[in-house]
T-cell receptor, first 117, second 109 residues
Framework: DGGITQSPKYLFRKEGQNVTLSCEQN?????MYWYRQDPGQGLRLIYY???????QKGDIAEGYSVSREKKESFPLTVTSAQKNPTAFYLC????????????????FGDGTRLSIL | GEDVEQSLFLSVREGDSSVINCTYT??????LYWYKQEPGAGLQLLTY?????DMKQDQRLTVLLNKKDKHLSLRIADTQTGDSAIYFC?????????FGSGTKLNVKP
């Protein structure tokens, strides 16, 4: 079945450590997104990519980094510079690339919950 | 950025109708969406409406759009305990998505 796979489901980070969250999609979507969700709050955009080898900062990019070397993969690294990383991280994708407006929505993975040890 | 607002909580009894409201700011929005999030899971697309439509019905779900007032609502008929979740509205403008903070629906038996 086509979809978005996020791994791991739970992740623990030690102080000063970088951790990488995986996001893979087999929907052949051009655009991919990372969001952070804090308890009782909505989604905040961290980074997004509309095409391979290109990505843009969202509203809260500080302390995070991404890469988009393959169309199907958009890993997110939470660096030690992110002082409050405990949150639920959601990856999404949509069919739209640059300049391709459509009614197609975002599809979401099941999320990764990151906690501090 | 765009501003999408929702009330935080709604409580209804099983079998009643639920109405979840949302306001948005961008008059150039092309599509508006409703998502459902169950505990510990991602967002599941429920339905969407194009900005030139007033209403869309899909089984127990009815979406109403008042473009003049930039107001969107989701009505769930015959609400069940399985409908308890957080509901997000989202607008799409210029190929970017903007989400509300979510409305937590509690369905009492």
């Amino acid at each position: 079945d086509g979809g978005i796979t996020q791994s791991p489901k739970y992740l623990f980070r030690k102080e000063g450590q970088n951790v990488t969250l995986s996001c893979e999609q087999n929907l052949n979507h051009d655009a991919m997104y990372w969001y952070r969700q804090d308890p009782g709050q909505g989604l905040r955009l961290i980074y997004y990519s509309q095409i391979v080898n290109d990505f843009q900062k969202g509203d809260i990019a500080e302390g995070y980094s991404v890469s988009r070397e393959k169309k199907e993969s958009f890993p997110l690294t939470v660096t030690s510079a992110q002082k409050n990383p405990t949150a639920f991280y959601l990856c999404a994708s949509s069919i739209d690339g640059y300049g391709r407006g459509s009614n197609q929505p975002q599809h979401f993975g099941d999320g990764t919950r990151l906690s501090i040890l | 950025g765009e501003d999408v607002e929702q009330s935080l909580f709604l409580s209804v009894r099983e079998g009643d109708s639920s109405v979840i409201n949302c306001t948005y700011t961008d008059s150039s929005s092309t599509y508006l969406y409703w998502y459902k999030q169950e505990p510990g899971a991602g967002l599941q697309l429920l339905t969407y409406i194009f900005s030139n439509m007033d209403m869309k019905q899909d089984q127990r779900l009815t979406v109403l759009l008042n473009k003049k007032d930039k107001h969107l609502s989701l009505r769930i008929a015959d609400t069940q305990t399985g409908d308890s979740a957080i509901y997000f509205c989202a607008e799409k403008a210029f190929n970017k998505f903007y989400f509300g903070s979510g409305t937590k629906l509690n369905v009492k038996p």
